[in-house]
């Protein structure tokens, strides 16, 4: 969930593409899944209830213009974290993004719904998506974009090896690092 009490600040992160993931496994009662058509309904919904978006119709015409015009990438690099009953509860995308023709790997929207909190998904499904990573790009760290309103993900992308950049992925300087900075240690 999204604390906006806090100032905004925009973060950059990456990770060593090859750096070794942590084994961290869902607990009982879930399992993974990749999108599979009309799934962005879900997503939509996931994203709405940690506050990514004001509704659920604003989700989606993201996602339309986001995700929608490339369905191969998405049965390979969007996630899902299911309950047994068939619920997706979580998600999170290991994307890309393009700069100057080269592709670089985004760890893209990890959102859990708020009830299923504090359940070890999110460190789960983070463990997933970094795995896939490897198998797409060669070549690049691993970059990810956040803001301080999601500090306590930050704690978890930084056990998970992800470090504050001060620049953004296109290499320009990032205006909000020194403010992120003091702003997620002071939350931290």
């Not at 509704?55 to 996630?79: G, I």
Request: some cysteine; glycine content about 4%.
């Amino acid at each position: 969930m999204l604390d906006k009490s806090l100032p905004y600040a925009e973060i950059w992160m990456t990770r060593p593409l090859q750096e070794t993931v942590p084994e961290t496994s869902l607990a009982e009662g879930f399992h993974f899944e990749t999108y599979l058509p009309q799934a962005e309904e879900d997503w939509a919904e996931i994203e709405t209830s940690v506050g990514e978006f004001k509704n659920k119709e604003e989700a989606l015409t993201y996602f339309q213009k986001a995700f929608s015009p490339y369905p191969e990438e998405l049965t390979e690099r969007m996630f899902f974290v299911v309950t047994d009953e068939g619920e997706r509860i979580a998600t999170c995308s290991a994307w890309q993004k393009q700069i100057l023709g080269e592709n670089y790997p985004v760890f893209h929207w990890l959102a859990v719904k708020p009830g299923y909190q504090g359940k070890g998904i999110a460190k789960a499904l983070i463990a997933k998506v970094l795995q896939k990573f490897p198998d797409l790009n060669k070549n690049s760290p691993i970059y990810l974009h956040t803001q301080t309103w999601s500090y306590p993900a930050i704690k978890l992308y930084r056990r998970f090896g992800f470090d504050f950049i001060s620049e953004n992925m296109d290499g320009s300087p990032n205006p909000d690092y020194e403010k992120a900075v003091k702003i997620i240690e002071e939350y931290s």
